[in-house]
């Protein structure tokens, strides 16, 4: 059964041809990112920081049996993420190897292009509209952040099994006998690996049930009491390793739900208007706020008007419904890796809604060009964009030119400490605190940058100016202690010693 009458021959030849063009491209668009570093801690972390662990015994254990950083209390149960990593290392004989890494991270995106372009051949569109949405989605600029950041991969890999499961739901009700058994179990298989890989696939259910009822299926109680079973089985995984705390609290959190709720007209605005994103959220621009949300607004109408109104609006819904999830979490800076599946969905409904208003062969060739205009302007934007995500401070570096606030300055002088650059490191701690903020970890990394520097009085002096920042214990003494000493300041030197003793002999008293 088709979802629409199919415009374009499926011949096999043509549906191969489209399927070696879009991985062909696709690589030939990413290959620059296998020489791509790390930009911020999530895949330090994934890579650098756990090398030893993946080479530790029981390590498999430990990945399905840990948060996602394996050793922290971290807020995510995604096992299939470091999972991978693990891989990656195995393959690289147990080496962390940028390269390899990236690598996976461009195989794992070809696979998820073609995987969209066969869900859309067999059920939706025609060969030549399945490789047009193929094409917009691959060279997205959401592609960009699920491509070259590597912590980006478990939206590569939400993608690949949520397909997957959804495609196997499909044809198991379109099959009987052991086909439709074989791609009964296959469904929840999937099922469970994109639970493994992000929370967010618990939406799959729901979204499964919906399709259900729209194409008249049978309703499957087995396959409730196993969706539920299986819900269960992972919160109680998630449970066992430790994380805590409720997974609703930012959903109640002022800022955090503004932020958030700019971030849907964000990567609506970026979907349809190719609006420059915003690494850093703190600024809302009423532009972008309104373009977003009135862009949501107009193709929910479209939909609601168009030929496919049923298809349309599902395929619109899911968009909306896979970003649900990111409201109960602390968005941090704009992470467009988390539209890279909700924008395959939003294409199909577009296509849904433009195909059936262009009746006439004009009209389709007008939609045709347009397409491609629109493909060229996103692949041009998302090629220069990519650059960005080169190394930390390339990353940090455009959030500071776009947004020059305190965050993203100090994100930008910890990338510069890390690449040992301490001239430029002491610089942008220097420019935050000119606007008058402070905290205990921008005082010390500012007098951790000027011993580096060799500017032992310069860093006993920020110390000193910080004092209240900090509890006036023996760590605290011992390093006014060194850095005065250092200097040759012996004056001071001595006064932080004679009040050291004063806390040791309190210490002692009690």
């Known amino acids: 059964m088709k979802i629409l009458d199919h415009t374009v021959s499926k011949s096999f030849l043509a549906c191969l041809l489209f399927s070696f063009v879009l991985a062909?491209?696709?690589?030939?668009?990413?290959?620059?990112?296998?020489?791509?570093?790390?930009?911020?801690?999530?895949?330090?972390?994934?890579?650098?920081?756990?090398?030893?662990?993946?080479?530790?015994?029981?390590?498999?254990?430990?990945?399905?049996?840990?948060?996602?950083?394996?050793?922290?209390?971290?807020?995510?149960?995604?096992?299939?993420?470091?999972?991978?990593?693990f891989l990656d290392n195995m393959l690289g004989n147990g080496r962390t190897s940028m390269h390899i890494s990236?690598?996976?991270?461009?195989?794992?995106?070809?696979?998820?292009?073609?995987?969209?372009?066969?869900?859309?051949?067999?059920?939706?569109?025609?060969?030549?509209?399945?490789?047009?949405?193929?094409?917009?989605?691959?060279?997205?600029?959401?592609?960009?952040?699920?491509?070259?950041?590597?912590?980006?991969?478990?939206?590569?890999?939400?993608?690949?099994?949520?397909?997957?499961?959804?495609?196997?739901?499909?044809?198991?009700?379109?099959?009987?006998?052991?086909?439709?058994?074989?791609?009964?179990?296959?469904?929840?298989?999937?099922?469970?690996?994109?639970?493994?890989?992000?929370?967010?696939?618990?939406?799959?259910?729901?979204?499964?049930?919906?399709?259900?009822?729209?194409?008249?299926?049978?309703?499957?109680?087995?396959?409730?009491?196993?969706?539920?079973?299986?819900t269960a089985i992972f919160f109680f995984l998630r449970k066992n390793t430790g994380i805590g705390g409720s997974v609703f609290k930012y959903l109640f959190t002022p800022f955090v739900l503004k932020d958030n709720l700019y971030m849907i007209a964000d990567f609506f605005s970026n979907a349809f208007m190719l609006s420059r994103d915003e690494i850093f959220p703190y600024i809302i621009k009423t532009p972008v706020l309104i373009a977003g949300y009135l862009a949501i607004v107009i193709t929910a109408i479209a939909g609601r008007f168009s030929k496919n109104k049923k298809e349309a609006l599902f395929f619109l819904g899911l968009a909306l419904v896979f970003l649900l999830p990111n409201f109960l979490i602390n968005r941090v800076h704009f992470q467009g890796n988390r539209m890279y599946m909700p924008f395959a969905f939003l294409i199909i409904s577009v296509f849904y809604i433009v195909l059936s208003f262009a009746r006439t062969s004009k009209q389709k060739a007008v939609l045709t060009a347009a397409a491609f205009i629109f493909i060229t302007m996103s692949a041009l934007r998302t090629n220069a964009r990519m650059g960005v995500f080169y190394d930390d401070v390339s990353f940090f570096g455009n959030a500071v030119a776009q947004t020059p606030s305190a965050a993203s300055l100090f994100a930008l002088g910890e990338a510069f400490v890390r690449r040992g650059d301490y001239e430029k490191a002491a610089v942008k701690f220097e420019e935050i605190e000119m606007t008058g903020q402070s905290w205990q970890g921008l005082a010390i990394n500012l007098a951790s940058v000027n011993i580096h520097l060799g500017k032992y009085e310069k860093a006993g002096q920020i110390y000193e100016k910080y004092s209240h920042l900090f509890a006036h214990d023996k760590?605290?003494?011992?390093?006014?202690?060194?850095?005065?000493?250092?200097?040759?300041?012996l004056g001071k030197a001595g006064e932080y010693e004679a009040r050291l003793k004063e806390l040791d002999l309190a210490a002692e008293k009690k």
Request: charged residues 15%.
């Open 24 to 85: 062909a491209l696709n690589f030939a668009f990413f290959v620059r990112t296998l020489d791509y570093q790390t930009i911020s801690y999530d895949d330090r972390r994934l890579t650098y920081e756990l090398e030893e662990a993946y080479n530790s015994k029981g390590i498999i254990k430990t990945i399905f049996t840990n948060a996602v950083f394996l050793n922290s209390k971290h807020a995510y149960y995604r096992p299939i993420l470091p999972f991978s990593f």
């Open 102 to 230: 990236h690598l996976t991270n461009v195989m794992l995106h070809i696979a998820c292009v073609l995987l969209l372009f066969i869900f859309c051949l067999k059920y939706c569109f025609g060969a030549f509209e399945s490789f047009l949405i193929a094409l917009i989605f691959s060279v997205s600029s959401f592609s960009a952040y699920s491509v070259a950041w590597l912590a980006g991969r478990n939206d590569l890999l939400l993608f690949l099994f949520t397909f997957l499961s959804f495609i196997c739901f499909i044809a198991c009700n379109e099959n009987s006998g052991y086909k439709k058994t074989a791609l009964f179990l296959l469904h929840f298989v999937f099922f469970f690996l994109a639970f493994l890989s992000k929370e967010t696939a618990v939406i799959i259910p729901a979204a499964c049930m919906v399709f259900g009822c729209l194409k008249k299926y049978k309703f499957d109680f087995k396959a409730l009491i196993i969706w539920v079973c299986i």
């Open 475 to 489: 760590d605290y003494y011992e390093m006014l202690i060194f850095c005065y000493s250092k200097s040759g300041n």
